[in-house]
């Protein structure tokens, strides 16, 4: 497609949930011509109130010249990327789920054979950067594909994007900065319990060791600003992260590894799935962690966030 005769900047957006819809809207406000489907009446209908076009039927979307997809799992992935192929016309597609690299492959040769571009890109920013367009990716694929899928990669990312290697190389990254965001929310979640147990605020000790070697964005931001805040809404669930950390372990023993220490993590995540359910907040994990103190409880979390509101104590 020549610069003279740019392609249409239109798009289908396969998957209208929290992310997805986000993504979407971004698109919108940006000029896209946007249309998108997910299998819930519910997101549709809160896509079409942002001005999104919405159809009933995945194979409506095949065709357009660019898609999104933000999907649940690789298997659903495997599912939708033959019927958004089915007719001519798709010029790229930017895959946004935490999928697998076996399934990128497959996928990114289904899509060669009909001339389509195709980019594993999972995504890190949540919601919030994804209705920004701030959104960082971990993209795998070949420089031609990229090439194809820039203007999409752009405006979802504003250029925040890495470039990592070929195809499934975005879901590897992904999932292993997943399973090391999971490591160190459970380690600094038993610090602070040891803190805690020496009569140390948690916020104090979390702010200190942000300042030094032993610091982190989990000590600096997510447990200030999600966990001893009360909020434990980050809008990322705790099946998903556990779900992550199980691919990530699958990823390292298909290549031979063995990582003992994230394999400790998978069995704390496990634990803390089987405790709080997949619908649980995956910042409320740490909960699950402490021995010594119940500082980390998140019904005390949410209770201290009630007391200390400002609506809270006008009306004390």
């Known amino acids: 497609m020549s610069e003279a005769n740019p392609a249409p900047r239109a798009a289908a957006v396969v998957g209208l949930g929290s992310m997805g819809g986000a993504m979407a809207a971004t698109l919108h406000r940006a000029g896209w011509q946007v249309s998108g489907y997910d299998p819930s009446p519910a997101a549709r209908a809160a896509a079409k109130e942002a001005g999104i076009r919405t159809v009933g039927n995945l194979a409506e979307l095949a065709g357009i010249p660019y898609a999104v997809l933000s999907l649940p799992s690789a298997a659903v992935v495997r599912e939708s990327l033959p019927v958004l192929l089915a007719a001519p016309g798709t010029i790229a597609i930017v895959d946004t789920t935490t999928s697998e690299p076996d399934t990128s492959a497959e996928m990114s040769a289904l899509a060669a054979a009909q001339g389509t571009a195709f980019l594993d890109t999972p995504v890190s920013g949540g919601q919030a950067g994804a209705a920004t ?11 031609a594909d990229l090439a194809a899928a820039m203007p999409l990669l752009e405006t979802l990312t504003g250029g925040r994007y890495r470039h990592i290697g070929p195809t499934g190389s975005g879901n590897v990254v992904k999932l292993l900065n997943n ?46 600003d999600w966990i001893l805040s ?58 699950t962690v402490t021995t010594a103190t119940d500082v980390l409880a998140s019904d005390k979390l949410r209770t201290a966030a009630c007391l200390t509101s400002p609506t809270q104590g006008a009306r004390a």
């Open 133 to 143: 367009g701030t959104l960082s990716a971990f993209v795998g694929g070949s420089e």
């Open 179 to 224: 399973v090391l965001c999971a490591t160190n929310l459970a380690a600094v979640g038993e610090a602070l319990d040891i803190a805690a147990a020496y009569g140390i605020d948690p916020g104090t000790a979390a702010e200190a060791v942000s300042g030094a070697s032993g610091g982190s964005k989990v000590s600096a931001a997510m447990f200030p």
């Open 230 to 287: 009360g909020t434990l809404s980050s809008g990322f669930s705790l099946g998903l992260m556990a779900r992550d950390v199980s691919l990530a372990l699958q990823v390292a023993k298909a290549r031979g590894a063995n990582p003992a220490l994230l394999a400790g993590t998978d069995t704390a995540w496990q634990h803390a799935l089987a405790e709080l359910g997949p619908a649980a907040d995956f910042v409320e994990m740490p909960s």
